[in-house]
């Protein structure tokens, strides 16, 4: 089992950036793939990016593709979710998750997944 804590969540403006990091502990971590995933309020979890094991292909959702970028490294254990260009729709709790195989873009295929960290971006 891997355990995950995510950070970098916060309050910014329309139009700003930041910047999520995803620390993991337990096992490997470069034996998995990395994603995230987000839930507004009273909507259902949604994927927003995953990347490969060797961090070659990483797939994101249309409404985030184009300002944010997924990443890691895997002699820190850690997986990245850089931010730009914010929108108010992008308010949500952002959540890291990992799997064993390939990447999916399905929350039901992750095994283990972080608490979460807020972001509100205001208008």
């Known amino acids: 089992q891997v355990q995950l804590v995510e950070s970098g969540g916060g309050l910014v403006q329309a139009g700003g950036s930041l910047r999520l990091s995803c620390a993991a502990s337990g096992r490997t971590f470069s034996g998995y793939v990395g994603g995230w995933f987000r839930q507004a309020p009273g909507k259902e979890r949604e994927f927003v990016a995953v990347i490969e094991r060797d961090d070659r292909i990483a797939y994101y959702a249309d409404s985030v593709k184009g300002r944010f970028t997924i990443s890691r490294d895997n002699a820190k254990n850690r997986v990245y979710l850089q931010m730009n260009s914010l929108k108010p729709e992008d308010t949500a709790v952002y959540y890291c998750?990992?799997?064993?195989?390939?990447?999916?873009?399905?929350?039901?295929?992750?095994?283990?997944w972080g608490q979460g960290t807020q972001v509100t971006v205001s208008s």
């Open positions: 998750a990992v799997r064993l195989l390939s990447a999916s873009t399905s929350v039901s295929d992750f095994d283990s």
